[in-house]
């Protein structure tokens, strides 16, 4: 198997661990009376933290610096919420899409956009050694 295949198939074991923390932390925080805005962004922020903790120390195995690593990696999540949210909306009310697969077409973009932008930019051994932001 390819180091390529090896780092895609880590990549998406991170992502369904994250996926749980998110739901786990969203289920808790919102049965214990959070408001949805709290429970949603709490969640989240901890899905995207165990995302980039994993991600830089057993997808890519990231060396240096990590925290040049971080703001990318946050950037880079900022910019595939923003286009995958305006995916989500344009196949659900241009193309009237049922919304699950407006959500799974999205999820799909997103995975394709952060596992490039995660091995070639973020934790890429070129960005670490010159410290690239």
């Known amino acids: ?25 969203f289920a808790i925080l919102s049965s214990g009376g959070f408001s949805l805005l709290v429970a949603h962004s709490l969640s989240y922020t901890c899905g995207v933290l165990n995302s980039f903790l994993l991600n830089r120390t057993w997808t890519f195995r990231g060396h240096g ?19 995958t949210y305006g995916l989500l909306v344009y196949f659900n009310t241009s193309l009237a899409w049922p919304l699950l697969v407006c959500k799974l077409l ?9 596992y490039f932008g ?13 410290g690239v932001i």
């Open 1 to 25: 198997m390819s180091k390529q295949s090896t780092e895609f198939m880590r990549f998406c074991l991170v992502g369904a661990v994250n996926t749980g923390i998110d739901l786990a932390v």
């Open 65 to 83: 610096q990590s925290h040049g690593q971080l703001i990318r990696f946050l950037a880079l999540n900022l910019v595939t919420l923003t286009l």
């Open 106 to 114: 999205a999820t799909g973009v997103s995975l394709g956009i952060n």
């Open 118 to 130: 995660s091995r070639l930019w973020i934790f890429s051994p070129i960005s670490e050694s010159n």
